[in-house]
């Protein structure tokens, strides 16, 4: 059973994350992406260059339903799709200029909601935030 502290923070964070993914929902992305779509793009570009075993494992999917995302990815022109050089049978996957503009497009709905979520907090204390959200990243990677 999860400790006192990380009960009151997982209370916590529940309606962050619902008025965040309420606010993203709000936009129109263009093309329209599904939720989906959006994570992939996303886990491309964190992990740079991916193959496309380990975008399987980031996004929790079958190697076949990442094969479907990653071809209407491709077919789209916001993916690209090369051989490993290291091992022709695996594949690599980056973004196209067309897919990094998505995401950027995405970072700025997200910094928008953030920019709401937190416009009642004082500058120092947005500031905390920020180190104390980096120092949670830090300690799971």
């Given at each position: 059973?999860?400790?006192?502290?990380?009960?009151?923070?997982?209370?916590a964070?529940?309606?962050?994350?619902?008025?965040m993914?309420?606010?993203?929902?709000?936009?129109?992305?263009?093309?329209?992406?599904?939720?989906?779509?959006?994570?992939?793009?996303?886990?491309?570009?964190?992990?740079?260059?991916?193959?496309?075993?380990?975008?399987?494992?980031?996004?929790?999917?079958?190697?076949?339903?990442?094969?479907?995302?990653?071809?209407?990815?491709?077919?789209?022109?916001?993916l690209?799709?090369?051989?490993?050089?290291?091992?022709?049978?695996?594949?690599?996957?980056?973004?196209?200029?067309?897919?990094?503009?998505?995401?950027?497009?995405?970072?700025?709905?997200?910094?928008?909601?953030?920019?709401?979520?937190?416009?009642?907090?004082?500058?120092?204390?947005?500031?905390?935030?920020?180190?104390?959200?980096?120092?949670?990243?830090?300690?799971?990677?």
């Amino acid at each position: 059973m999860p400790n006192r502290d990380a009960r009151r923070l997982a209370e916590a964070l529940v309606p962050i994350s619902r008025l965040m993914r309420r606010h993203m929902q709000s936009k129109t992305f263009r093309p329209a992406l599904s939720h989906m779509e959006l994570h992939a793009l996303g886990s491309v570009w964190e992990h740079d260059r991916p193959l496309m075993r380990d975008l399987s494992h980031a996004l929790s999917l079958t190697p076949s339903a990442t094969s479907s995302l990653v071809n209407g990815l491709v077919k789209r022109g916001l993916l690209d799709r090369k051989s490993d050089p290291k091992d022709r049978r695996a594949l690599r996957l980056s973004l196209t200029k067309k897919g990094r503009a998505v995401l950027e497009q995405k970072f700025e709905y997200m910094a928008e909601g953030l920019q709401l979520l937190t416009r009642g907090m004082s500058v120092r204390d947005r500031e905390e935030l920020i180190r104390l959200l980096a120092s949670l990243t830090k300690s799971t990677s």
